[in-house]
């Protein structure tokens, strides 16, 4: 196991580019792979979740080459059934959407990732995607992974969704493209709507009323497309200038889209000076005091993986901060509602769970030895809590931060005065 020794000291100063927004990079490789001919694709996710995807497709027969540092060109077309097992690693993301991709295609696969994603729960997707007509067989136990997908004959359906989740509603999505007639999801509480926007952006049909979405089957054109920054990757520089005493930060072209920036309007809320550029998409940070604040259920969604950040921000603000139905949270890469409370919770934050909230209590933070439980978001969050902390802090199991942001150290050495 890795550990990462992150001692308090100065501030955080310059400019950054994060890496591409990871939930985009999945989505728009698999458009890619599904499209007739050349797409080419600028600035997407480096880390190890992106990989798998594209690792998973070029098992499928998609043709992807690098082209310089940062384009890469996908050769889509006709997918074929691989010669091997599919593995997703660490990426609920991947196992999720693909599986929708996976259930219009006439041939079996079976799907399966590391010892966290064995225990995520797959039957929000094995359900309806059953109703859709495919079959999906558990191998190990009911509703998780792994699990094999005897693909194809799917059928339009209406789908009400049971928990907000742009995961479900993206598989379904991917599915609808290969079913015989129109798929409609409802979602009475609105999520990322990373798929509808690509789906538009690349010519498929779809239909967005006030609470649904309505899918016809098609194919997609060709494209370029560049990915932008990512939000949640942004959120811990966001709150790491926030919270460092003289810091000013800007960060470089971040995408900004349904339910992605809502850390942004917490944090505005308790204080901090953010600023965004409408023109260039940069946001510019400095340091401030901030106050505790109540974040509502409604507003989960829109800040689902920014939570942990959040508490960080909450633990160095004046009063308390109470985060209300965070239940999905337990269902993460780790349970994060239960490692938020133990890791930033034994670098001396003070928080308790109530049912499905939190109340963090603004305070000093000390530092100390904390693990990532194998979760990227954990592992950043402790990072920037030790910037404020009175002693250093080492952080075991940090190579999980490799899933999404491997270049984490690096960033945060440019950026520290
Ligand atoms: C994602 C949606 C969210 C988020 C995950 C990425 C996506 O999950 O937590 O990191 O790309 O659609 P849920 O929609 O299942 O909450």
Sequence with gaps: MKSEKIEPKGCLKGEINVPGDKSISHRILMLASLAE?????????????????????????????????????????????????????????????????????????????????RKRPMGRIIEPLERMGVSIACLEATGMAPFRIDGGGLKGIEY??????????????????????????????????????????????????DSSITVKAGRPKPFIHEVKGDPSQAAFWVVGATILHGSEVSIKNIYRGQERTGFIDVLVRMGAKITHDPVTNDLQVSSSELVGTVVEETEIPGLI???????????????????????????????????????????????????????????????????????????????????????????FGWEAVSTSYPDFIADLDALRK
């Design 160 to 209: 009400q969704m049971e928990v907000p989740s742009a995961q479900v509603k993206g598989c379904l999505m991917f599915a609808a493209l290969s079913a015989e007639g129109d798929t409609t999801i409802i979602e009475d509480t609105p999520t990322r709507a990373h798929t509808e926007e690509l789906f538009e952006e690349v010519g498929l049909e779809i239909e967005i009323a």
């Design 305 to 395: 993986d920014e939570v942990p950040i959040l508490a960080v921000a909450a633990a160095c603000a004046d009063g308390e901060t109470h985060f209300k139905g965070l239940g999905e949270l337990r269902v993460k890469e780790s349970n994060r509602l239960e490692t938020i409370v133990s890791e930033i919770g034994s670098m001396g934050m003070k928080a308790e769970i109530s049912g499905d909230d939190l109340v963090v209590k603004g305070g000093k933070l000390t530092g100390g030895k904390v693990d990532s439980h194998g979760d990227h978001r954990i592992a950043m969050s402790c990072a920037i809590a030790a910037l404020v902390s009175t002693s250093p802090t080492e952080i």
């Design 37 to 117: 001919g050349e797409s080419t694709i600028q600035g997407l996710s480096r880390g190890q979740d992106v990989k798998h995807t594209m690792d998973i497709l070029s098992s499928l027969g998609a043709q992807l080459s690098e082209i310089g540092s940062d384009d890469l060109h996908v050769q889509g077309g006709e997918l074929k059934e691989p010669t091997r097992n599919l593995y997703v690693g660490n990426s609920g993301t991947s196992i999720r959407l693909i599986s929708g991709m996976l259930a219009g295609l006439p041939f079996s696969t079976t799907l399966d990732g590391d010892k966290s994603i």
